[in-house]
């Protein structure tokens, strides 16, 4: 009897200890190509329920290794549970070789997770960086573009997805462009100026490779004729001039070399903008003028874009930076003119009115 007591006191321990035991699943992609990312998520509320099993601030470890031959460990990252059960961590793939990983989540006392938990996953790397060909220099001598030609084995005609970055910015997609029936691509992406660019490939199926070029050179500048003045320049903070003009025609033109919004508002006070030319053409506007002054705003059409804006003008008597030009655009509000006081005399003086009345 005793021996059968113990026994039902052990059951009703397991039971209870499994019963306490938190809910934990990750989830990540089975496949993964090399130089992608390697996202994993996971939660904590079981199928059916909608309360986490763990406390919101719950942390653990979770561990990359690898698992082809000999398990090996790659990585480790610390994830935190969310409040609403959730955590997530990323794993960098680039520089890894192909082959069988396992994804494995340590739990710290090795009975907080219960049994039904999923807390290992395998993801295969493959490398599809042999895929695609390169044909065009990865040395170029700047002129506006960045050419990009080659070919990617196996896609055909289904189009290719890149995205170029400088910087640390993404000034190009990403953005798919169209391939032959033997996956050929041959685009030119626009650049404003020379540097470094990464230049990052691919489909439908997902990453393939990146590849690095060097743009060498700098925009020249534009010679305009004509009157001129200039000033930096942002999308956040843009340049304002004020154009004297002459009756007739007048002629505005910016330099070249990034890609230039001009604003202007006329003597009838009219608002006008221009945009038609890119970053290696001057942005241009003409008008007619009776004399008076013209309120100019020049901003680039990108917002990582910045640098100093020449305007020049033809039939113009000056052309200067302008300090009231960003109230009349409304980006600027002027401060009220505060009323003065009157003086001290002419206040008394008032005042012995008010009382005269009042006995009269």
Do not use: C
């Amino acid at each position: 009897m005793k021996r059968i007591a113990w026994l039902t006191v052990i059951a009703a321990m397991l039971l209870v200890s499994t019963a306490s035991a938190a809910y934990v699943a990750i989830s990540a992609p089975q496949t993964v190509n090399v130089g992608e990312p390697l996202e994993v998520t996971g939660t904590t509320i079981a199928q059916g329920l909608t309360r986490p099993s763990l406390n919101p601030g719950f942390s653990t470890e979770i561990v990359l290794y690898y698992a082809q031959h000999t398990k090996r460990e790659v990585d480790r990252k610390t994830i935190v549970v969310q409040q609403d059960g959730s955590f997530s961590t990323t794993f960098e793939t680039e520089g890894l070789a192909v082959g069988l990983y396992s994804i494995e989540l340590v739990d710290p006392t090795r009975t907080t997770f219960g049994s039904s938990s999923k807390i290992r996953q395998l993801v295969t790397l493959v490398d599809r960086s042999g895929s695609l060909t390169v044909t065009s220099p990865l040395n170029q001598d700047f002129d506006g573009y960045l050419d990009l030609q080659g070919a990617v084995s196996g896609i055909g005609s289904s189009g290719i997805q890149i995205q170029v970055e400088h910087d640390g910015f993404i000034v190009y997609g990403p953005e798919f462009i169209s391939t032959d029936a033997d996956g050929r691509f041959d685009t030119a992406v626009p650049i404003s100026s020379g540097g470094s660019y990464k230049v990052t490939f691919a489909d439908i199926d997902g990453y393939i490779d990146s590849q690095d070029f060097v743009v060498s050179g700098a925009p020249t500048p534009t010679s305009i004729p004509g009157i001129s003045a200039s000033a930096p320049a942002s999308r956040s903070a843009p340049a304002y001039f004020e154009i004297d003009t002459r009756s007739g025609t007048v002629a505005i033109a910016t330099s070249a070399g990034i890609d230039w919004v001009v604003e202007y508002i006329d003597e009838d006070e009219r608002h006008h903008k221009v945009n038609n030319k890119g970053l290696l053409e001057p942005e241009t506007a003409e008008f007619a003028a009776r004399g008076g002054v013209v309120y100019v705003k020049v901003y680039p059409m990108s917002y990582n874009d910045s640098g100093t804006v020449q305007i020049s003008a033809t039939n113009a008597k000056s052309v200067r930076v302008s300090k009231a030009a960003p109230a009349l655009f409304g980006d600027a509000t002027p401060t009220p003119a505060q009323a003065a006081p009157l003086p001290a005399a002419l206040a008394l003086i008032a005042l012995v009115a008010v009382i005269l009345a009042r006995r009269g």
